[in-house]
């Protein structure tokens, strides 16, 4: 069973500070991770992806890989309260489908 | 591109009626998936489809069924509603072989009373 394991928080940062979002998986052979952000009773929005180890960075958004200890994260810098959303890890690994994590809530307090 | 499109966007049900969530996308992708998200949770798969003719069952499959006749459309069917089918569900659509993202459609909030 593939899984992705995110902490279901809540995790609360100021505006202005950095969030730090976490994901592992459990499947060695996965290709692909996504991240999402859910605004509540919206549908998930994709904000960033990566395929390879290391950083990709993207505005106030970083993505970091790391393949060898199966773990993806996503930096916010300068947070917003408007970052304030539930943040979806997703992983690919050939399968056909994405697996998704839980999902971390995350409140950005002014 | 309108992306991927859902309608109705929210629907009350008598237990034990049925009916059919519509979900199409307009970016030629290959793959297509239906979810659930119950309050609260994460999302579950319910079904999903590779191609045109081509459908195979998610997670959490009873109570549905799907049919895809074309590329650009994958129609959810509730046959007999339960209360346990009230959820908010949604449709995405990816090029699975290219980049592999998924992209969702706004949902379908459903209650069955």
């Known amino acids: 069973q593939k899984e992705v394991e995110q902490n279901s928080g809540p995790l609360s940062v100021p505006e202005g500070a950095i969030a730090s979002l976490n994901c592992t998986y459990s499947?060695?052979?996965?290709?692909?991770f996504f991240w999402y952000r859910q605004y509540s009773g919206k549908s998930p929005e994709l904000i960033m992806f990566?395929?390879?180890?290391g950083d990709k960075e993207d505005g106030r958004f970083t993505a970091q890989l790391n393949k060898a200890s199966q773990y993806v994260s996503l930096l916010i810098r300068d947070s917003q309260p408007s970052d304030s959303a539930t943040y979806l890890c997703?992983?690919?690994?050939?399968?056909?489908?994405?697996?998704f994590g839980k999902g971390t809530k995350l409140t950005v307090n002014p | 591109n309108a992306g991927v499109t859902q309608t109705p966007k929210f629907r009350i049900l008598k237990i034990g009626q049925s009916m059919t969530l519509q979900c199409t996308q307009d970016?030629?992708?290959?793959?297509m998936y239906w979810y659930r998200q119950d309050p609260g949770m994460g999302l579950k798969l319910i079904y999903y489809?590779?191609?045109?003719?081509?459908?195979d069952k998610g997670e959490v499959p009873n109570g549905y069924n799907v049919s895809r006749s074309t590329t650009e459309d994958f129609p959810l069917r509730l046959e007999l509603a339960a209360p346990s089918q009230t959820s908010v569900y949604f449709c995405?659509?990816?090029?699975?072989?290219?980049?592999?993202?998924?992209?969702f459609g706004p949902g379908t909030r459903l209650t069955v009373l």
């Open positions: 995405a659509s990816s090029y699975v072989g290219r980049n592999n993202e998924q992209f």
């Open positions: 489809s590779v191609g045109a003719g081509i459908t």
């Open positions: 970016m030629n992708h290959n793959y």
């Open positions: 997703a992983v690919f690994g050939g399968s056909e489908k994405l697996v």
């Open positions: 499947d060695r052979g996965s290709q692909s």
């Open positions: 990566i395929y390879s180890n």
